[in-house]
């Protein structure tokens, strides 16, 4: 349920046109890719999207779900999309937390309507498939060229040009990465790129019927009540997370147990549903997680892998800049994930709204990196110590469980506040009202035009001298085939 006047009423922020518009090819059509070519058509550059894919429905491992914090929905206020993104999406109000094997409740957590008027945004779950159109969409009504079948087999040395499988040619003033940890714009920017760390953890994503859980007197409760909620299981090495992604009553479910050394780092290793109903089973799961289990459509494995900070995402040649998950990859179902490489576009896009010259532009960009770098940093650093939490085992565990239940039996809200866990609360606070706009702005008031400033008194400095000084803006073309 929408809380009446709250996201009606945020007006789109109004985009500064860049004074000298460049092309921009973009690697990859994921949520990162497609966000980039939103955000940098609205500040009106140039921009070519090239995705391997056959179509923006191409693949089936795209079918799982979406959960978007309020820093994210609040990004798609400001670019004027929230109509889009609330229309299929649902708002969640509450978090309900029970045990694992025994589904005894833990305790719940109702998200305070003051701290998201403060951050300017909502809880809303989406199908992933659907906000990943939603965004294909809007990039192509806002002039984006989008061309699939293109897959990037290699990038030049000055990194201003990908060679396609095809033979194909694509030059442009700045190259963006956004084709994912395995692609290969990630090791054109680092050629030592770790491969990550094993958590020990996979996830298998899946969606579960909304019409199958209605007709189970068992889960039906999940989707009826007086809030519309994300349900969470904590176990010990074994975790699972159930939430509605559509008005139809589909729900995501994603089920976090021990990797046996099969799952790779792909979203597209499908499996069926007999081994997550397995996986239930064997690990004694609660009777209406092993129906969920059982009801897995589409299901894909994944492994949970920590990835190591890359020192640098841009290329030396300050051409080529790598996005989302090239550049920070997140473990799969965490929700800062996707809310990062959205934060990533509205970045990069404020900052080069503010181009005037070509020599700007690995400046915007070495800019770009020392804004995103600490807060993906700190956020992927918190969404894996939350899985490893939900996922404790022995007497870790039974404490883990202990101290929530305390909190329960006090009528206090597990996930902080008021009496609870202040610490943890102001941490939700800061990391959804961060606004990667207002960041990109301040960094601009407080560098950028000192930058320009000084230019100015070079150039008038060279004048008075009697050295011919022209203007900032000048002739560099590189068009995009």
């Not at 140039?46 to 491992?61: A, C, F, L, M, N």
């Not at 729900?251 to 021990?258: G, L, M, T, V």
């Not at 809310?339 to 690995?362: C, P, R, V």
């Amino acid at each position: 349920m929408t809380m009446p006047g709250f996201h009606e009423a945020r007006a789109p922020s109004i985009p500064k046109k860049a004074t000298l518009a460049i092309d921009f090819l973009i690697v990859g059509a994921g949520i990162a890719g497609l966000s980039c070519a939103v955000a940098l058509r609205r500040v009106g550059h140039r921009v070519t999207v090239v995705e391997k894919e056959p179509s923006i429905d191409g693949s089936q491992y795209h079918a799982g779900g979406s959960r978007m914090p309020p820093n994210m929905t609040k990004v798609f206020y400001h670019w004027g999309m929230g109509d889009k993104i609330m229309e299929p999406g649902v708002i969640s109000e509450r978090v309900v937390m029970q045990q694992y094997r025994s589904g005894t409740m833990l305790g719940s957590h109702r998200w305070d309507k003051e701290m998201l008027e403060e951050a300017g945004g909502e809880f809303v779950f989406i199908h992933h498939a659907k906000l990943r159109r939603i965004l294909y969409e809007t990039a192509l009504e806002l002039g984006a060229t989008i061309r699939f079948r293109s897959k990037v087999v290699e990038v030049s040395e000055d990194s201003r040009s990908v060679t396609l499988s095809s033979g194909e040619e694509l030059r442009a003033d700045v190259v963006i990465g956004a084709d994912g940890v395995h692609g290969p714009c990630r090791l054109a920017v680092d050629e030592e790129a770790d491969s990550g760390r094993p958590s020990g953890l996979m996830m298998f994503n899946a969606i579960i019927p909304g019409e199958s859980m209605r007709t189970d007197p068992d889960l039906a409760p999940l989707l009826d009540g007086e809030f519309i909620s994300l349900w969470v299981w904590f176990g010990e090495n074994h975790c699972a997370l159930c939430f509605p992604i559509a008005k139809s009553d589909d729900c995501a479910f994603y089920f976090y147990a021990p990797d046996e050394g099969n799952a790779q780092d792909v979203w597209n290793d499908m499996v069926s549903a007999k081994e997550v109903s397995d996986h239930a089973t064997v690990s004694d799961a609660e009777r209406r997680l092993k129906k969920l289990a059982r009801l897995a459509r589409q299901p894909s494995r994944i492994r949970c892998t920590e990835w190591p900070d890359l020192d640098d995402w841009v290329h030396e040649s300050g051409r080529l800049v790598v996005v989302g998950e090239a550049a920070h990859p997140f473990p799969p179902g965490s929700i800062q994930g996707s809310s990062m490489s959205l934060e990533d576009a509205s970045t990069l896009a404020k900052l080069f709204s503010h181009l005037i010259s070509y020599d700007q532009i690995e400046s915007f960009l070495y800019a770009f990196q020392e804004l995103r770098q600490g807060r993906v940093k700190k956020n992927r650093i918190t969404d894996m110590a939350n899985i490893y939490f939900m996922t404790m085992s022995g007497e870790e565990s039974r404490q883990r469980d202990k101290a929530m239940l305390a909190m329960q039996s006090k009528g206090q809200n597990v996930l902080g506040g008021d009496d609870g866990n202040k610490q943890q609360w102001d941490e939700n606070r800061d990391t959804f009202d961060y606004d990667a706009e207002d960041e990109a702005d301040n960094w601009w008031v407080q560098w950028g035009l000192l930058r320009e400033r000084a230019k100015a008194s070079s150039t008038l400095a060279n004048a008075s001298s009697g050295v011919l000084a022209f203007p900032i803006i000048t002739t560099e073309s590189s068009p995009v085939p």
